[in-house]
């Protein structure tokens, strides 16, 4: 039990295009999500904690306009990354809150590639 | 600002023998969780152990035992009879509060054959 899925596993995109990223928990409901971003070689780096039916809540220093999350089901966030540019080339992560409120199932993450 | 320091970028370890990653962390909540993941080349986040803050029992699964110092704020992980399987990024990350999880820079392990 308690599997997340992502997709796409692996996108790349021409710069100036969106691209949308999908987390669903399968089994199981999310009414919190989060969403990491990971350099390589690098920790995870929280971006942005996802509340279902509510506006996401980003860390400093991420651009809200830039990555838009949507919570609109208890199991699906979706982040898209607006007018990507070769930067935004990173491994995204995202995860979800079990139902006994504070463990966390990770997603197998996607690879952004903007060229 | 919450902090968590794994000291050792790297470690290495014979197959068969034991190996013991550090972690510390700073805060100030009575009650919390702790967990090691571990990121192999996949890069899926695997949950190694946790550890809940209240209990003074160190958590155990198979091969991966714990060492938590609540005094001292340090949850070290020790990996026994290490496989070549075990190769990887290991984090650790404490959940304090209603903050979300935190993760160390983490320490990439190698396992000697």
């Known amino acids: 039990g308690a599997v997340v899925s992502q997709h796409p596993s692996w996108v790349i995109c021409k710069s100036g295009t969106s691209v949308k990223i999908e987390c669903r928990s399968l089994d199981f409901q999310a009414t919190t999500m989060f969403w990491y971003r990971q350099f390589p070689k690098q920790s995870l780096m929280l971006m942005a904690t996802?509340?279902?039916?509510?506006?996401?809540?980003?860390e400093q220093g991420v651009e809200k306009d830039k990555f838009l999350i949507n919570h609109a089901s208890l199991t699906l966030s979706t982040l898209t990354v607006t007018s990507a540019h070769p930067e935004d080339s990173s491994f995204y992560i995202c995860?979800?809150?079990?139902?006994?409120?504070?463990?966390?199932?990770f997603g197998p993450g996607t690879r952004l590639t903007v060229t | 600002a919450q902090t968590v320091t794994q000291s050792q970028p790297e470690m290495s370890v014979q197959e068969a023998e034991t190996v013991t990653l550090s972690c510390t962390y700073d805060?100030?909540?009575?009650?919390?969780?702790l967990f090691w993941y571990k990121q192999p080349p996949s890069r899926q986040m695997i949950l190694v152990i946790r550890q809940e803050a209240y209990k003074q029992q160190n958590a155990t699964e198979n091969r991966f035992s714990v060492n938590f110092q609540k005094a001292a704020k340090s949850f070290s992980l020790k990996i026994s009879d290490s496989q070549l399987g075990d190769a990887a990024m290991y984090f650790c990350?404490?959940?304090?509060?209603?903050?979300?999880?935190?993760f160390g820079k983490g320490t990439r392990l190698s396992v000697i054959a």
């Open positions: 996802s509340n279902e039916g509510s506006k996401a809540t980003y």
């Open positions: 990350a404490p959940l304090l509060g209603n903050t979300p999880l935190v």
């Open positions: 805060t100030s909540e009575s009650d919390y969780y």
């Open positions: 995860s979800a809150v079990g139902d006994q409120g504070y463990e966390q199932y």
